[in-house]
């Protein structure tokens, strides 16, 4: 789904995230929007036979190492992590590169599919504090209920080929299929696990 939203986005998409088919439907963005898109499949977002910083420094080329390094260093790279040979970052290095990279573009929509896939807790818990700084829209997607319970102010519930959109905080909406639940014992609709985006604002 996330990957159809993005695919006439404008902001920061790369080519193979913009070139595939659709059923059909269509999109309209805002006027003014830049999107930032973290892709569940980002292995091949890296480019290979480069340093980490230099990757990064790539995409804005008046960012000083200092700076770089700063940017770096909130997503836990320190040190001479920096200049670590992209073909060698693990797949939770590489996920922590591209958040810095749409840190450094300062896009003011993010769209996140699955991003704490191959992020150990320390990861995730630097994800969940950035997130909750940023300022602009967050479109999320994840099976991590603690993430959705940091950050989301407002649920999509995809269950039985439909979309609940429920305003509130995951905290509200696990009380509110409880109760809804409690009312319709027969039919107890799938809290667990059925996939979820949250849309903080």
């Not at 695919?7 to 193979?16: H, L, Q, S, V, Y």
């Not at 997130?131 to 940091?150: F, N, P």
Request: glycine share 8%.
């Amino acid at each position: 789904m996330l990957k159809s939203l993005v695919r006439n986005a404008p902001g920061f998409i790369e080519d193979k995230d913009l070139q595939f088919p659709i059923d059909g439907g269509e999109v309209r963005w805002g006027h003014e929007v830049a999107v930032g898109y973290f892709a569940q499949d980002h292995g091949e977002s890296i480019t290979k036979g480069m340093t980490a910083i230099d990757w990064l420094w790539q995409f804005d080329p008046s960012s000083s190492q200092q700076e770089l390094r700063g940017l770096m260093g909130q997503m836990l790279f320190s040190g001479e992590d920096a200049l670590k040979p992209t073909r060698a970052l693990s797949g939770g290095e590489s996920a922590r590169l591209i958040f810095c990279r749409l840190m450094l573009q300062k896009p003011n929509f993010l769209v996140l599919d699955e991003p704490t896939n191959h992020l150990d807790l320390e990861s995730i818990n630097a994800l969940n504090i950035a997130l909750q700084r940023y300022d602009g829209t967050v479109l999320l997607v994840t099976h991590d209920h603690d993430v959705i319970d940091e950050v989301a102010t407002r649920i999509w519930h995809f269950h039985g080929g439909k979309i609940e959109d429920f305003k509130g905080t995951y905290e509200e909406f696990v009380a509110y299929e409880e109760a809804k639940t409690a009312q319709s014992p027969a039919a107890p609709a799938r809290v667990g696990g059925a996939r979820r985006a949250s849309v903080p604002s």
